[in-house]
């Protein structure tokens, strides 16, 4: 109980901060979609919450393994709330300058990419190796609580309230993480003098952790139509309305929180076959889900992608923390951060244009059978 109290306290307030960053963040998307309804204003409001936290992930990793992890976080959150707090006083004002509002996504993104592989190095710190999937997995849940609360908070909230309010939303749940997180103990590491490419090296020779990297970065290429284009294929397939597109959103979302409690619950006892097994699921549904034309058949397949979604993300994070040197653990954290943001891009160059040449669901099954191999391969060469 002692592991489960003082993990809460460390991840509950930075699960409710992003409950709050991702309220605020639907309401900007949706603010700047009803009033552009341009497709270039989205990308540059994507690449906006999408490049800063990358480039800011190696900095954060840096801090966390020069005993700064609690400093790092705080400063996330502070950025956080300074972002919303400006972003308040200009939609209250009627003064939506797009270059101001991009800008603060910027702001935000650059707070998660602070944020991600400090809370993430802390957490071996903080258990013991036995008790770390089950951290990990509380942490996946906490974070699917908060992703499948937001949307329909978000659009609850305004539609009573002002956009402006959400930022003030926002800035609350991350001042209420910053009270919460300055009296906890965050063990620090100790001083690091390894340079990030020493870092790199360290993992290209170490070879369970090169092993890792690869598979992880190839396994999220293969599940990329999964990740992004489900809405695509129940609008192509199903006749898709918006109704349908909750339904879907909302049965990935509850399959993910009910996978995050079972691993917070009971743990991973095989975490080596629990990685390949969970691609190898997640690679079959993803077939399926291409292969039927009954929704409900399809919202059955999605939910069980939702359900292994934490058991992968558990197992891989597992995995590197146990195999990794601590002193540089804030940056191994970071590198996974980065090859995570840029694997399901990345497949999507190729999946996304290739659904405007083959039929949409010969996408999928072709990407999902495709990652039921690599799983299958890599399982030989992991547990063997």
């Known amino acids: 109980m002692y592991f489960v109290g003082r993990i809460l306290l460390f991840l509950l307030p930075q699960a409710l901060s992003l409950l709050g960053s991702s309220i605020a963040q639907f309401g900007i998307v949706w603010a700047l979609t009803d009033r552009y309804s341009s497709g270039t204003i989205l990308l540059l409001s994507s690449l906006a919450l999408f490049l800063p936290q990358i480039a800011l992930s190696l900095i954060s990793g840096k801090l966390s393994d020069t005993k700064r992890r609690k400093a790092t976080i705080i400063l996330s959150d502070s950025l956080s709330a300074f972002a919303a707090v400006v972003l308040f006083f200009f939609f209250r004002g009627g003064r939506e300058n797009l270059f101001v509002v991009v800008s603060l996504l910027a702001v935000r993104s650059a707070a998660n990419g602070l944020q991600t592989p400090a809370v993430e190095s802390a957490l071996p710190a903080m258990v013991s190796r036995d008790n770390l999937e089950r951290a990990n997995g509380l942490k996946g849940l906490l974070s699917s609580v908060a992703m499948l609360l937001a949307p329909a908070l978000a659009g609850f909230l305004l539609g009573f309230l002002p956009l402006s309010s959400l930022?003030?939303?926002?800035?609350?749940?991350?001042?209420?993480?910053?009270?919460?997180?300055?009296?906890?103990?965050?063990?620090?590491?100790?001083?690091?003098?390894?340079?990030?490419?020493?870092?790199?090296?360290?993992?290209?020779?170490?070879?369970?952790?090169?092993?890792?990297?690869?598979?992880?970065f190839i396994s999220l290429f293969l599940i990329s139509p999964g990740a992004a284009l489900t809405p695509l294929l129940v609008s192509r397939i199903y006749g898709g309305n918006p109704s349908m597109f909750s339904i879907s959103e909302f049965a990935y979302s509850a399959g993910m929180v009910a996978g995050g409690a079972f691993i917070s619950s009971f743990g991973l006892k095989h975490t080596?076959?629990?990685?390949?097994?969970?691609?190898?699921?997640?690679?079959?549904?993803?077939?399926?889900?291409?292969?039927?034309?009954?929704?409900?058949?399809?919202?059955?397949?999605?939910?069980?992608?939702?359900?292994?979604?934490?058991?992968?993300?558990?197992?891989?994070?597992?995995?590197?923390?146990?195999s990794c040197r601590i002193d540089i653990m804030g940056r191994a954290m970071a590198i996974l951060s980065i090859l995570t943001s840029l694997a399901i891009p990345a497949g999507l160059l190729i999946s996304a244009p290739l659904c405007d040449v083959i039929e949409l669901r010969s996408v999928f099954i072709l990407f999902g059978l495709l990652a039921v191999l690599h799983s299958l391969l890599f399982s030989r060469r992991w547990i063997c």
């Open 167 to 216: 930022m003030i939303l926002d800035g609350v749940t991350a001042i209420i993480a910053i009270a919460f997180l300055i009296p906890l103990d965050v063990p620090e590491s100790g001083d690091s003098v390894d340079s990030p490419i020493s870092v790199v090296r360290y993992i290209r020779t170490e070879k369970t952790l090169r092993k890792l990297f690869i598979f992880h």
């Open 272 to 322: 080596k076959k629990a990685l390949p097994f969970s691609l190898a699921i997640y690679g079959s549904m993803l077939a399926l889900m291409g292969a039927v034309k009954a929704f409900p058949l399809y919202i059955i397949f999605n939910a069980t992608i939702g359900i292994v979604s934490p058991l992968y993300t558990a197992s891989i994070a597992t995995s590197v923390q146990k």
